[in-house]
């Protein structure tokens, strides 16, 4: 019994519950990269600690398997659609140690998520969750990738930000901007209380990538182009391969065995024009292919 007990504080696997305003969190110590904990139905794993405290976690629904990923910077949280995790201290890797993160607490959404796809195309739209999730408080400023991203202005349902130091357009809610890499950041929600002094907030997700004719993107480790675009249908070249043509909801598997789908098709139907197409990565595969 000694010996479990000392191996569990070993894997970081202790949960307390939090009770607070009849919401439970759950406070999980010492988790070490590659380690499982559980709160509640929710199961948090560790995937990556970088040396600048930014933590990727994986959570998962362990009634019905839907997972998602966020990374989430020491001292932060992150919102998924399974609740919020909220990292504590990070302790990088050294010669002698480890990586782990001293604390994480999970708040579970009220019921956990519900997932209720009975088809291909339901079963898509509940593979294409966002990749990353932040949280951006007005008066700060959050690096993604390269670029840095900070709110311009706010009030209760529109946001306009600085990206890499220019000005945005105003967005509502579920609108999106792309970043230098040609990710898709979708604004998703947008907190601003009508009072003078109250700080406001946006929850941004990370929501697949935006390609245009005549680029190539990098798409973890595949190179994408687009080979032929019309109002309705795309041919992809994927590592100097070609696809078939591809109508939106269409997909192809990459090299690391995700599925990129065709979300949008954009292309007017005037000569000299620039399409472009959404590619979402979808982060299961589909029971019915």
């Known amino acids: 019994m000694k010996n479990k007990f000392i191996l569990g504080l070993v894997l970081g696997m202790f949960l307390i519950g939090l009770v607070s305003a009849g919401i439970t969190s759950y406070a999980i110590t010492d988790l070490q990269k590659g380690k499982t904990a559980f709160a509640g139905d929710v199961q948090v794993q560790i995937t990556d600690i970088s040396r600048t405290g930014v933590v990727s976690v994986q959570v998962t629904d362990t009634q019905t398997g839907a997972t998602e990923r966020v990374a989430v910077t020491e001292g932060r949280t992150a919102l998924t659609k399974f609740g919020e995790v909220q990292v504590g201290a990070v302790r990088p890797a050294s010669l002698f140690r480890k990586a782990n993160v001293e604390s994480i607490v999970v708040t579970p959404t009220a019921g956990g ?44 349902d529109s946001v306009k930000f600085e990206v890499n130091g220019q000005p945005t357009e105003l967005f509502s809610k579920n609108q999106w901007f792309e970043l230098s890499n040609s990710q898709i950041v979708e604004v998703e929600n947008i907190r601003k209380l009508g009072v003078p002094g109250t700080t406001g907030w946006a929850a941004l997700g990370l929501n697949g990538y935006k390609l245009d004719e005549g680029e190539t993107i990098n798409l973890q480790g595949n190179q994408i182009s687009i080979n032929y675009i019309d109002a309705n249908s795309v041919k992809l070249e994927v590592n100097n391969q070609l696809t078939d043509l591809l109508n939106k909801g269409g997909w192809v598997e990459l090299n690391s065995g995700q599925i990129a789908v065709v979300e949008k098709i954009n292309k007017l139907e005037v000569g ?4 472009y197409v959404r590619i979402g990565l979808a982060s299961c595969y589909f029971p019915y292919l």
């Open 113 to 156: 998520a519900e997932v209720t796809s009975q088809d291909a195309e339901e079963c898509s739209a509940n593979c294409q969750a966002f990749t990353e999730r932040y949280k951006l408080d007005e008066g700060e400023t959050i690096s993604i990738g390269s670029d840095t991203i900070m709110i311009s202005f706010i009030d209760e």
């Open 272 to 275: 000299g024009t620039i399409g």
